[in-house]
């Protein structure tokens, strides 16, 4: 056990309820001083595990490889099941982007941007650490070096889902940038566990890895990852979503829960006992997938997810920062910081040259790539498999380059991606606030307003001031990266247009962008059927020149009026009062929840 500290007359040894509590206590502080900072709050929670890892093993006399940090890690390790939920639950939503009208939406697009991305990571990878490696590592000879780079590129691949999704739910980022994140988030995902198993199997076939296991139950693995997941995930989306359609959706939220906790034991009982498995982010994306086809109203259970699942997040990312080898970073030297810059130099290249094989890139900005660097959860998995299966010295290199690039990408990759959706105007301004919920009550303490309320709640106060919304105005709420129609596009680009769009209302401008009007549903549903009628319209004729739009200037308080008087659910905004020129959309729905917001004491 590990020698206790102590403070007076008490001696603590902590135990897994400790240890989460204390990392629990730590991410609140540090989410709330990165809202204050303004940086993503994954950030904090990554830090707070890390502060608590020094802080515990410092006061513990418990530095690397002793039997102090032994049992410190052991005390983490029945925490093992809020990983697997919340790795689980993140990968299930992710797999939502799968719906077949989104994947009929921005498909063959996003595809193209996938395989260049994913193709140039893994090239440059592969012959940068090579070229590097071949000067700078001479313990590696033989054929240990190009076995190493071989699958340091497929792991390079990967872009953390957790992470990523994180920060577009944490700033409620909407629009074809963030579907493009959340795609190739995605894609990447499911290529980098495909990708890294075969050349696993590969590289053992030819003789370059000598297993620890034998060779058929190699082949039986990577079945079982693969192929076996997949299936394994297409059975149990059928099921939940059975599950969802017959039960309470309390009992469906159970169901999950206990899902993915027995799915990420299971997966390390079949390693353990049998040297096979399936993967459990396969299956979870798998099963996402599945539902979000074939689930009868399947946003109802995906937004109770993000709703209940935020506690479990937040140990899940304080769990990960106490499990960042802040200590390997060190031993990167050149060949592991090859690694870092070729894996970065891929994904920001990669997502360039696909935008501009797309020949499409309306919407998609240049700096996609640099949304993509998180990386985490998958790699960990993955280096765990090399660990256990491959005792080459090498495999030991590769454990310290890879964790060791994780620290660099999971502290630099929210702040890069929350610039890459502020540029791109797809977060709203009031959530770049440092006290969203408070924003529009400023000059007010928080303190007093507590004492305020709880006067009110003993009988002893029987007014309470009223947040004036005032000051908040449509730029703070409105979202400026939209696709808008062309005035002569013609009803079969119109019909195109709303089925790719997620928004009701559907703004019609000139090539100057000066609005024309707004098209909505009920402005198409007759021409539809209407054989003559469809091939001589086009988008300028379907518009209503009545719908009014709003400056950016205008007030929320004012807004409100204009929304009840157009009885819509969105409104274009443009630049000034008075002018045509089209820079966004406000929602009816954003500007609810930020005056719900202002009358509701913090």
């Given at each position: 056990?590990?020698?206790?500290?102590?403070?007076?007359?008490?001696?603590?040894?902590?135990?897994?309820?400790?240890?989460?509590?204390?990392?629990?206590?730590?991410?609140?502080?540090?989410?709330?001083?990165?809202?204050?900072v303004r940086i993503p709050r994954i950030v904090g929670y990554l830090l707070a595990g890390a502060a608590v890892h020094t802080i515990v093993h410092f006061a513990y006399d418990a530095p690397s490889g002793s039997e102090n940090a032994r049992q410190l890690t052991a005390a983490v390790e029945p925490l093992s099941a809020v990983k697997d939920l919340a790795l689980g639950l993140i990968l299930f939503s992710?797999?939502?982007?799968?719906?077949?009208?989104?994947?009929?939406?921005?498909?063959?697009?996003?595809?193209?941007?996938?395989?260049?991305?994913?193709?140039?990571?893994?090239?440059?990878?592969?012959?940068?650490?090579?070229?590097?490696?071949?000067?700078?590592?001479?313990?590696?000879?033989?054929?240990?070096?190009?076995?190493?780079?071989?699958?340091?590129?497929?792991?390079?691949?990967?872009?953390?889902?957790?992470?990523?999704?994180?920060?577009?739910?944490?700033?409620?980022?909407?629009?074809?940038?963030?579907?493009?994140?959340?795609?190739?988030?995605?894609?990447?995902?499911?290529?980098?566990?495909?990708?890294?198993?075969?050349?696993?199997?590969?590289?053992?076939?030819?003789?370059?890895?000598?297993?620890?296991?034998?060779?058929?139950?190699?082949?039986?693995?990577?079945?079982?990852?693969?192929?076996?997941?997949?299936?394994?995930?297409?059975?149990?989306?059928?099921?939940?979503?059975?599950?969802?359609?017959?039960?309470?959706?309390?009992?469906?939220?159970?169901?999950?829960?206990?899902?993915?906790?027995?799915?990420?034991?299971?997966?390390?009982?079949?390693?353990?006992?049998?040297?096979?498995?399936?993967?459990?982010?396969?299956?979870?994306?798998?099963?996402?997938?599945?539902?979000?086809?074939?689930?009868?109203?399947?946003?109802?259970?995906?937004?109770?997810?993000?709703?209940?699942?935020?506690?479990?997040?937040?140990?899940?990312?304080?769990?990960?920062?106490?499990?960042?080898?802040?200590?390997?970073?060190?031993?990167?030297?050149?060949?592991?910081?090859?690694?870092?810059?070729?894996?970065?130099?891929?994904?920001?290249?990669?997502?360039?040259?696909?935008?501009?094989?797309?020949?499409?890139?309306?919407?998609?900005?240049?700096?996609?790539?640099?949304?993509?660097?998180?990386?985490?959860?998958?790699?960990?998995?993955?280096?765990?498999?090399?660990?256990?299966?491959?005792?080459?010295?090498?495999?030991?290199?590769?454990?310290?380059?890879?964790?060791?690039?994780?620290?660099?990408?999971?502290?630099?990759?929210?702040?890069?991606?929350?610039?890459?959706?502020?540029?791109?105007?797809?977060?709203?301004?009031?959530?770049?606030?440092?006290?969203?919920?408070?924003?529009?009550?400023?000059?007010?303490?928080?303190?007093?307003?507590?004492?305020?309320?709880?006067?009110?709640?003993?009988?002893?106060?029987?007014?309470?001031?009223?947040?004036?919304?005032?000051?908040?105005?449509?730029?703070?709420?409105?979202?400026?990266?939209?696709?808008?129609?062309?005035?002569?596009?013609?009803?079969?680009?119109?019909?195109?247009?709303?089925?790719?769009?997620?928004?009701?209302?559907?703004?019609?401008?000139?090539?100057?962008?000066?609005?024309?009007?707004?098209?909505?549903?009920?402005?198409?549903?007759?021409?539809?059927?209407?054989?003559?009628?469809?091939?001589?319209?086009?988008?300028?004729?379907?518009?209503?020149?009545?719908?009014?739009?709003?400056?950016?200037?205008?007030?929320?308080?004012?807004?409100?009026?204009?929304?009840?008087?157009?009885?819509?659910?969105?409104?274009?905004?443009?630049?000034?009062?008075?002018?045509?020129?089209?820079?966004?959309?406000?929602?009816?729905?954003?500007?609810?929840?930020?005056?719900?917001?202002?009358?509701?004491?913090?």
């Amino acid at each position: 056990m590990p020698t206790p500290v102590h403070f007076g007359v008490l001696a603590y040894v902590p135990g897994p309820g400790m240890m989460f509590g204390l990392l629990l206590g730590a991410a609140i502080i540090a989410g709330y001083l990165a809202r204050m900072v303004r940086i993503p709050r994954i950030v904090g929670y990554l830090l707070a595990g890390a502060a608590v890892h020094t802080i515990v093993h410092f006061a513990y006399d418990a530095p690397s490889g002793s039997e102090n940090a032994r049992q410190l890690t052991a005390a983490v390790e029945p925490l093992s099941a809020v990983k697997d939920l919340a790795l689980g639950l993140i990968l299930f939503s992710l797999g939502s982007i799968f719906e077949r009208t989104h994947v009929r939406a921005v498909g063959g697009r996003i595809l193209k941007v996938s395989l260049a991305e994913c193709g140039l990571v893994f090239a440059l990878v592969l012959l940068g650490t090579l070229a590097v490696g071949y000067f700078t590592e001479p313990s590696l000879c033989g054929a240990a070096l190009p076995v190493l780079c071989l699958l340091l590129a497929a792991l390079a691949v990967e872009t953390a889902p957790a992470a990523t999704l994180y920060v577009l739910h944490e700033y409620e980022a909407k629009g074809p940038m963030s579907d493009a994140i959340l795609t190739l988030t995605a894609l990447s995902s499911s290529a980098a566990i495909v990708l890294f198993h075969v050349a696993f199997q590969v590289l053992v076939s030819f003789g370059l890895i000598q297993p620890i296991h034998s060779t058929s139950s190699l082949w039986v693995g990577l079945l079982c990852t693969t192929l076996g997941s997949v299936v394994l995930g297409v059975l149990l989306g059928f099921l939940v979503s059975i599950a969802h359609a017959k039960l309470p959706l309390a009992e469906t939220l159970l169901i999950f829960f206990a899902l993915f906790i027995v799915l990420g034991a299971g997966e390390r009982h079949l390693q353990a006992q049998y040297g096979i498995t399936y993967n459990t982010l396969l299956t979870a994306l798998v099963i996402g997938a599945v539902f979000g086809n074939v689930g009868i109203d399947a946003p109802k259970l995906f937004a109770a997810i993000q709703t209940l699942g935020g506690p479990v997040f937040v140990g899940f990312f304080a769990l990960a920062g106490y499990s960042l080898h802040v200590a390997d970073l060190p031993r990167l030297g050149l060949f592991g910081a090859a690694y870092v810059a070729c894996r970065a130099a891929g994904k920001l290249a990669g997502c360039a040259v696909g935008r501009r094989w797309t020949g499409d890139v309306q919407g998609l900005k240049p700096y996609l790539g640099q949304a993509l660097l998180c990386q985490a959860s998958i790699a960990i998995g993955m280096v765990h498999f090399v660990a256990l299966n491959w005792g080459d010295p090498a495999a030991q290199k590769l454990q310290e380059i890879v964790l060791g690039a994780i620290v660099v990408f999971e502290l630099i990759g929210p702040l890069l991606e929350k610039s890459v959706l502020r540029r791109s105007g797809e977060v709203k301004a009031i959530t770049l606030l440092r006290r969203p919920r408070a924003a529009a009550v400023e000059g007010e303490s928080i303190t007093l307003l507590t004492l305020g309320a709880m006067a009110r709640a003993f009988g002893l106060s029987r007014h309470g001031r009223s947040p004036d919304p005032a000051s908040l105005q449509v730029r703070h709420i409105m979202r400026t990266n939209v696709k808008f129609l062309r005035a002569q596009a013609s009803l079969d680009e119109v019909l195109r247009f709303v089925e790719q769009s997620r928004d009701n209302h559907f703004p019609v401008v000139d090539e100057h962008d000066d609005l024309l009007g707004v098209i909505h549903f009920s402005d198409i549903h007759d021409m539809i059927y209407d054989p003559v009628m469809r091939d001589l319209v086009t988008a300028v004729d379907l518009a209503d020149a009545s719908t009014p739009a709003v400056a950016t200037d205008l007030p929320l308080s004012e807004l409100l009026a204009v929304f009840r008087a157009a009885d819509i659910g969105s409104l274009p905004v443009v630049e000034k009062a008075g002018g045509r020129r089209t820079v966004g959309i406000v929602e009816q729905r954003d500007l609810l929840r930020v005056l719900h917001r202002a009358q509701t004491p913090d």
